[in-house]
T-cell receptor, first 118, second 113 residues
């Protein structure tokens, strides 16, 4: 596998369920990101991890819980979600998260998980 | 707060046309600007990244320009093909928040044969 992979690709869950989204990057990058893409809204950054440490939480509700066990893996744990949380959840990675010349902070995206909350 | 606007929201052109997509941003203190392509229901594919010190980048039939002082970028697509049909997203990396990309809403491009 190359690039950034995400599983599952599609997920349907009830509001009382607990599920997890998984992201894995095979690029040797150090920074990983979770984004949310809702219909008719721009992509929104949710979380940023750099060398396994969370560096940004963009005012995300606590029903979304990220986990980054190592620089290659990123999880998003979901519990008691609402129907308005239905969206495409995208994971991205970059070699660095600091603005450096040479495009070292260029972000590469996975295919996303299409989440539907009933 | 950085805001990114893309115009037009949608564009339909015949095959072979040259076209320009526009992106504007409110805070000129950026590290870089990235153009992406997104196919329906899919993730994002990075097309071009322009550092704040650069004026343009080229890749094949694509050329992106950056005018940081006026807060504008354009993506030029030469000799468009039906396979270019997708949503094109512009995102800026602001100088005040490491790692955070602020996205525009995108331009939906349809190239018909």
């Amino acid at each position: 596998e190359t690039g950034v992979t995400q599983t599952p690709r599609h997920l349907v869950m009830g509001m009382t369920n607990k599920k997890s989204l998984k992201c894995e990057q095979h690029l040797g990058h150090n920074a990983m990101y979770w984004y949310k893409q809702s219909a008719k809204k721009p992509l929104e950054l949710m979380f940023v991890y750099n060398f396994k440490e969370q560096t940004e939480n963009n005012s995300v509700p606590s029903r979304f819980s990220p986990e980054c066990p190592n620089s290659s893996h990123l999880f998003l744990h979901l519990h008691t979600l609402q129907p308005e949380d239905s969206a495409l959840y995208l994971c991205a990675s970059s070699r660095s998260m600091i603005g450096l010349a040479g495009g070292l902070d260029e972000q590469f995206f996975g295919p996303g998980t299409r989440l539907t909350v009933l | 707060k950085q805001e990114v606007t893309q115009i037009p929201a949608a564009l339909s052109v015949p095959e072979g046309e040259n076209l320009v997509l526009n992106c504007s941003f409110t805070d000129s203190a950026i590290y870089n600007l990235q153009w992406f392509r997104q196919d329906p229901g899919k993730g994002l594919t990075s097309l071009l990244l322009i550092q704040s010190s650069q004026r343009e980048q080229t890749s094949g039939r694509l050329n992106a320009s950056l005018d940081k002082s006026s807060g504008r970028s354009t993506l030029y697509i030469a000799a468009s093909q039906p396979g270019d049909s997708a949503t094109y997203l512009c995102a800026v990396r602001s100088g005040t928040s490491y790692g955070k990309l602020t996205f525009g809403q995108g331009t939906i491009l349809t190239v018909h044969p």
